[in-house]
C-alpha cells in the first residue's frame, strides 16, 4: 500500500470519531480502501470498538518511571512490557481512564521478547478485554494503538493510532502505528477488538514501531503469571544448550549448533527439530531459552527431536555459557 496514502487515510480517520453507529459492510477487511465508503466503514468499525478498549488501557507508575498496559481479565491481570515492570515482585500503581488510580504487583515476564505481566492487588470487577488467539494476526492486517504517551493526561485522554500490521516474527510484530515514550506496554488491537500485540520498542520512524505479539504470552504464559522473570543476566549464569534455531510448523529447526557445546558433544546437528524439552512441547526460541534457564551447568536435560523422519531422544548434560 503506498505510504503516502496510507499516512492521508490516518489523518482522515483520526479526524472523523463521529458517525453513525452501524457498519453498513465489512469494507474493514478490504487489504486496500477504493473509495469514500470503505474510509468510511473503517472509520465506523474503529469508532464501534474503541470505546471497550479504552476503558482496559492503564497508565502504569513506579517510583523508577512510567508506561501503559491493558487489563485482559475481571481480577485485574495487566498485560504490558517487560521494561516496564523492571522486576517481579514490585508495588507500582495503576491509573484507569477516570483517573482512579488503583495499587498493582509486577509479576512475571521476559527480556527476550519485551512481554510482562502486573496483577491489580485490590479486589474488584474491573474493566477489561480479551486477547486475541494463537497465530491469529497477519502481515497487511488492519490494527490500532492506544497508549498514554508523555504519562497521564485526563485532559488530553487517550492518544489513539490507526494502521496496519507490516512485519510479525515469533518474538516481534512490527507496525505502522505510530508509538512514542510513554506506550512502552500499551495494547495494539485488531478491528475485532482484540488485543494481538503490546507496545516495545519506540522509534522516531513512523514504520519502525515493534511490539510484543500475543503469541510470546500465549506460550509462557505460566512462567509469567507464575512471578518469574527471564533475564539477560540470568542467562548468562545457567545452563547452556548450545543451538541456534528457527521455528518451524513442525518445532524449533536448529540453524547452527555452537562448536565445543553440549548440544555439539551430544551429537544434536543443524537442521534437527526439536519439539520437545524434558515433556516440554517447543513452540517458540524464548521458550527453549525459558526451560534451558530454569536449569544449572551440568543438569541433564532430556531432547525430543526429529532426524530425517526419524525420531530421536536424547539427554544431554548441559554446559557453560562460553564467556565473550
Known sequence: MNRFF???????????????????????????????????????????????????????????????????????????????????????????????????????????????????????????????????????????????????????????????????????LQSDSRLLGGDSGGP??????????IHSRISKEADQNFHVPIECFHINWKFYKEGKLLTFDKIEKKGFLGVSCQATEEGLKILNVVEGSSAQKTGLQKDDILFSLDGEKLDSREELTILISEKSPNDAVTIEFRRDKKQISLQVILGVRPSE
Open 6 to 172: 496510507l499516512h492521508a487515510l490516518i489523518l482522515f480517520v483520526s479526524s472523523l470519531l463521529l458517525g453513525a453507529d452501524v457498519v453498513s459492510e465489512k469494507k474493514w477487511f478490504s487489504e486496500t480502501p477504493q473509495n469514500h465508503d470503505d474510509l468510511k466503514a473503517i472509520q465506523d468499525r474503529l469508532k464501534l470498538i474503541l470505546s471497550g478498549a479504552k476503558k482496559s488501557l492503564v497508565a502504569i507508575e513506579s517510583e523508577d518511571g512510567a508506561g501503559s498496559g491493558v487489563i485482559i481479565s475481571e481480577d485485574g491481570l495487566v498485560l504490558t512490557a517487560a521494561h516496564v515492570i523492571g522486576e517481579t515482585g514490585k508495588k507500582m500503581k495503576v491509573r484507569l481512564p477516570n483517573g482512579k488510580s488503583l495499587p498493582a504487583v509486577s509479576l512475571g515476564g521476559s527480556e527476550i521478547s519485551d512481554a510482562g505481566m502486573l496483577k491489580i492487588t485490590k479486589k474488584g470487577k474491573w474493566p477489561h478485554v480479551q486477547i486475541e488467539k494463537m497465530n491469529s494476526s497477519k502481515v497487511g492486517d488492519w490494527c490500532f494503538a492506544i497508549g498514554h504517551p508523555g504519562g497521564f493526561d485526563k485532559e488530553r485522554g487517550i492518544i489513539v493510532r490507526l494502521g496496519r500490521v507490516i512485519g510479525k516474527t515469533e518474538d516481534t
Open 188 to 197: 495494539l488491537f485488531n478491528l475485532n477488538g482484540k488485543v494481538i500485540a
